[in-house]
Protein backbone atom coordinates (compact mmCIF):
# COMPACT_ATOMS: atom_id res chain seq x y z
CA UNK A 1 0.00 0.00 0.00
CA UNK A 2 1.51 2.98 -0.98
CA UNK A 3 0.07 6.57 0.67
CA UNK A 4 0.52 10.18 -1.36
CA UNK A 5 -0.25 12.97 0.40
CA UNK A 6 -0.57 16.28 -1.17
CA UNK A 7 -1.95 20.42 0.02
CA UNK A 8 0.32 21.23 1.84
CA UNK A 9 1.61 24.73 1.89
CA UNK A 10 1.82 28.36 4.26
CA UNK A 11 -0.65 30.58 5.11
CA UNK A 12 -1.76 33.10 7.64
CA UNK A 13 -3.44 32.31 10.60
CA UNK A 14 -6.94 32.13 10.11
CA UNK A 15 -6.81 30.92 6.79
CA UNK A 16 -7.87 27.01 5.47
CA UNK A 17 -5.99 23.97 3.47
CA UNK A 18 -7.05 21.19 2.25
CA UNK A 19 -4.62 17.89 2.06
CA UNK A 20 -5.37 15.13 0.39
CA UNK A 21 -4.14 11.58 0.96
CA UNK A 22 -4.28 9.25 -1.86
CA UNK A 23 -4.14 4.93 -1.50
CA UNK A 24 -2.90 2.73 -4.09
CA UNK A 25 -5.82 0.25 -2.88
CA UNK A 26 -8.80 0.32 -2.28
CA UNK A 27 -9.87 2.68 0.76
CA UNK A 28 -12.54 -0.64 1.46
CA UNK A 29 -9.73 -2.54 2.28
CA UNK A 30 -8.28 -0.12 5.16
CA UNK A 31 -8.89 -0.56 8.64
CA UNK A 32 -8.48 3.40 8.89
CA UNK A 33 -7.27 6.08 7.35
CA UNK A 34 -5.53 9.55 8.10
CA UNK A 35 -3.49 12.09 9.26
CA UNK A 36 -0.60 12.16 12.08
CA UNK A 37 1.58 15.57 12.42
CA UNK A 38 4.53 16.15 14.45
CA UNK A 39 6.17 19.74 14.85
CA UNK A 40 9.93 20.18 15.34
CA UNK A 41 11.00 19.24 18.67
CA UNK A 42 7.14 17.43 19.32
CA UNK A 43 5.99 13.90 18.95
CA UNK A 44 4.39 12.69 16.59
CA UNK A 45 0.14 13.23 17.27
CA UNK A 46 -3.25 12.32 16.23
CA UNK A 47 -5.00 14.50 13.74
CA UNK A 48 -7.84 12.96 12.43
CA UNK A 49 -8.76 9.42 11.30
CA UNK A 50 -11.67 8.03 9.42
CA UNK A 51 -12.70 4.08 9.54
CA UNK A 52 -14.08 2.42 6.37
CA UNK A 53 -17.48 2.80 7.91
CA UNK A 54 -17.20 6.37 8.20
CA UNK A 55 -16.62 6.89 11.68
CA UNK A 56 -14.09 10.07 12.29
CA UNK A 57 -12.09 10.64 15.64
CA UNK A 58 -9.73 13.57 15.99
CA UNK A 59 -7.39 15.08 18.04
CA UNK A 60 -8.57 17.59 20.59
CA UNK A 61 -6.72 20.68 19.84
CA UNK A 62 -8.16 20.26 15.83
CA UNK A 63 -11.34 19.27 16.90
CA UNK A 64 -13.96 22.11 15.65
CA UNK A 65 -11.44 23.09 13.05
CA UNK A 66 -10.65 20.72 10.75
CA UNK A 67 -12.81 17.65 9.19
CA UNK A 68 -11.93 14.32 7.41
CA UNK A 69 -13.83 13.05 4.70
CA UNK A 70 -13.23 10.38 2.36
CA UNK A 71 -14.19 9.75 -1.59
CA UNK A 72 -14.21 6.16 -2.19
CA UNK A 73 -14.42 6.37 -5.72
CA UNK A 74 -10.97 8.20 -5.78
CA UNK A 75 -9.43 6.29 -3.21
CA UNK A 76 -8.36 9.49 -1.10
CA UNK A 77 -9.24 11.36 1.84
CA UNK A 78 -9.01 14.82 2.33
CA UNK A 79 -8.56 16.76 5.60
CA UNK A 80 -9.87 20.05 5.32
CA UNK A 81 -8.52 22.96 7.96
CA UNK A 82 -9.97 25.96 9.30
CA UNK A 83 -8.95 28.29 11.51
CA UNK A 84 -5.55 27.48 11.22
CA UNK A 85 -3.03 28.76 13.81
CA UNK A 86 0.65 29.27 14.13
CA UNK A 87 0.69 26.11 16.50
CA UNK A 88 -0.83 24.17 13.79
CA UNK A 89 2.54 24.43 11.96
CA UNK A 90 4.22 20.90 11.70
CA UNK A 91 4.53 18.23 8.90
CA UNK A 92 1.56 16.14 8.22
CA UNK A 93 1.66 12.43 7.79
CA UNK A 94 -0.97 10.00 5.79
CA UNK A 95 -1.23 7.18 7.87
CA UNK A 96 -3.62 4.05 7.36
CA UNK A 97 -3.58 0.66 8.86
CA UNK A 98 -5.51 -2.80 7.63
CA UNK A 99 -5.57 -6.11 8.43
CA UNK A 100 -4.62 -8.53 5.87
CA UNK A 101 -4.09 -12.36 5.43
CA UNK A 102 -4.26 -12.70 9.07
CA UNK A 103 -1.70 -9.45 9.97
CA UNK A 104 -1.68 -6.56 11.25
CA UNK A 105 0.05 -3.46 8.80
CA UNK A 106 0.61 -0.04 9.29
CA UNK A 107 1.50 2.53 6.58
CA UNK A 108 2.56 6.26 6.44
CA UNK A 109 2.91 8.47 3.60
CA UNK A 110 5.53 11.00 3.10
CA UNK A 111 5.01 14.03 5.25
CA UNK A 112 3.64 17.21 3.65
CA UNK A 113 4.64 20.75 5.31
CA UNK A 114 2.08 23.30 6.46
CA UNK A 115 3.16 26.31 7.90
CA UNK A 116 1.29 29.37 9.75
CA UNK A 117 1.77 32.32 10.02
CA UNK A 118 0.92 34.90 12.74
Known amino acids: VQLQASGGGSVQSGGSLRLSCESS????????MGWYRQAPGKQRELVAT???????NYGDSVKGRFTISGNNDRNTVYLQMGGLKPEDTAVYYC?????????????WGRGTQVTVSS
Open 95 to 107: YADRYYDGNYYEY
Open 50 to 56: ITDRGST
Open 25 to 32: VSIFSLNV
